[in-house]
Every structure is written in structure tokens, then in C-alpha cells.
């Protein structure tokens, strides 16, 4: 199995519908983390989550919430969907302490149709 | 504010050429990383470096720190079709979550 596992891989909603995007990890780490990846733009900061107890915002998080349901689990969702969140997303997980890099799923590609 | 910027943005090189792509920033690092993105997949952790001038070596690929931390480059020894991606550095910023930079997008013909 993989260290991060996102489902769906790939998912078509319609404008306005609610989705939920899953995370889950064995990695044991307690730093979650929710990206963005669009052509040309990198990949954008959604929400992080530095323990079960912590969330915060990144630079992208209007139209979007998070749950830290536990320490393997961060899920993200999109309460009304619109065509401009058509992206891939990615989650990722990291030790404490940013030198040893993070570790990312293989991503949700998201189309708002 | 592009705290990470990436050059060159797209190459496309023959099998077996070499190649340097840059990241450059206005601030400080206190450690950059460099993560290779296949298509279909998450970026993959390639190389931490933390030391103003260090190099690493991960067999033809050669990253470099610049001394005054402010910088990075990865060169590519006699470039293979595997190697073709998308090449992302990125740094902590303070106790928040790493900052990446846009990417230069490789691609490797046979």
C-alpha cells in the first residue's frame, strides 16, 4: 500500500454539488498538508494541519474546509463546487520539522463540469 | 510576492545532453529542496540541501547551494527519456508549510 493514499483519483462533479476529497497516511506523521496544482502555477497552499487539534488556512482556502478526523486522516471538501476549482489536488504529510521533506499522494484530479 | 522563482519554465533536450535548471529567491533560504514530479503522480523528494555552497550527488543528477543561501541549481549529467518531468524546488518559510516555485518542465527525447 502507499505511505499516502488519496481517493478518488479522479472525480466529475457539477457546479454547486458538495465533494469530499479523502486522505489517509501510515507514515505515522503528524503534519498533514492540502495543495493545489494548476498549469502554470504551481502548486498553491489549501489548508495544513500540524496536529489532530491544529488547522489553519493556507493562501487558497476560500470555497474550501478541512477535517482532521485523526492523525491518518485529513480529508478536504468543497462545500458548492464551481468550474475555476477544476485542478488536481494533492495531499502530502511531513515529520516534524521541514528538513525531511514531505511526502505526497498520488493526487485527485478534479474536474467541475 | 514569488518568493521561489524557477527557470527555465519548459526545455526540451536530446537524449544524452546536459542540463542546468535554477532556483532563485530574494530572501534567504535556510533549506531548499528539490522534488521531481512524474506525470500522474505526486512530486517525489529528491534532495534536502542546507548549507550555503554544499553539492549532492544522486547518481547524474548534481544539486548545488549557493554560498550566500539565496539560490540553488540541479544539473543533469547525459540526460535520459526517465528523467523527463517536472522539476519543483521549494523552502520552509518560518514554522509555515514549504513554499514551492512554479517548476521547469523537462522533456528528454530519445
Known amino acids: 500500500d502507499a505511505d499516502v493514499t488519496q481517493t478518488p483519483r479522479n472525480r466529475i462533479t457539477k457546479t454547486g454539488k458538495r465533494i469530499m476529497l479523502e486522505c489517509s497516511q501510515t507514515k505515522g506523521h503528524d503534519r498533514m498538508y492540502w495543495y493545489r496544482q494548476d498549469p502554470g502555477l504551481g502548486l498553491q497552499l489549501i489548508y495544513y494541519?500540524?496536529?489532530?487539534?491544529?488547522?489553519n488556512k493556507g493562501e487558497i482556502s476560500d470555497g474550501y474546509s478541512v477535517s482532521r478526523q485523526a492523525q491518518a486522516k485529513f480529508s478536504l471538501s468543497l462545500e458548492s463546487a464551481i468550474p475555476n476549482q477544476t485542478a488536481l489536488y494533492f495531499c502530502a504529510t511531513s515529520d516534524t520539522g521541514q528538513v525531511k521533506g514531505y511526502t505526497f499522494g498520488s493526487g485527485t484530479r478534479l474536474t467541475v463540469v | 510576492t514569488q518568493l521561489l522563482e524557477q527557470s527555465p519554465q519548459f526545455l526540451s533536450i536530446q537524449e544524452g545532453e546536459n542540463l542546468t535548471v535554477y532556483c532563485n529567491s530574494s530572501?534567504?533560504?535556510?533549506?531548499l529542496q528539490w522534488y521531481r514530479q512524474e506525470p500522474g503522480e505526486g512530486p517525489v523528494l529528491l534532495v534536502t540541501?542546507?548549507?550555503?555552497?554544499e553539492v549532492k550527488k544522486l547518481k547524474r543528477l548534481t544539486f548545488q547551494f549557493g554560498d550566500a543561501r539565496k539560490d540553488s541549481s540541479l544539473h543533469i549529467t547525459a540526460a535520459q527519456p526517465g528523467d523527463t518531468g517536472l522539476y519543483l524546488c521549494a523552502r520552509p518559510f518560518g514554522n509555515t508549510p514549504l513554499v514551492f516555485g512554479k517548476g521547469t518542465r523537462l522533456s528528454v527525447i530519445a
Open positions: 540541501v542546507v548549507t550555503g555552497g
Open positions: 530572501s534567504v533560504f535556510s533549506s
Open positions: 494541519s500540524f496536529d489532530v487539534k491544529d488547522i
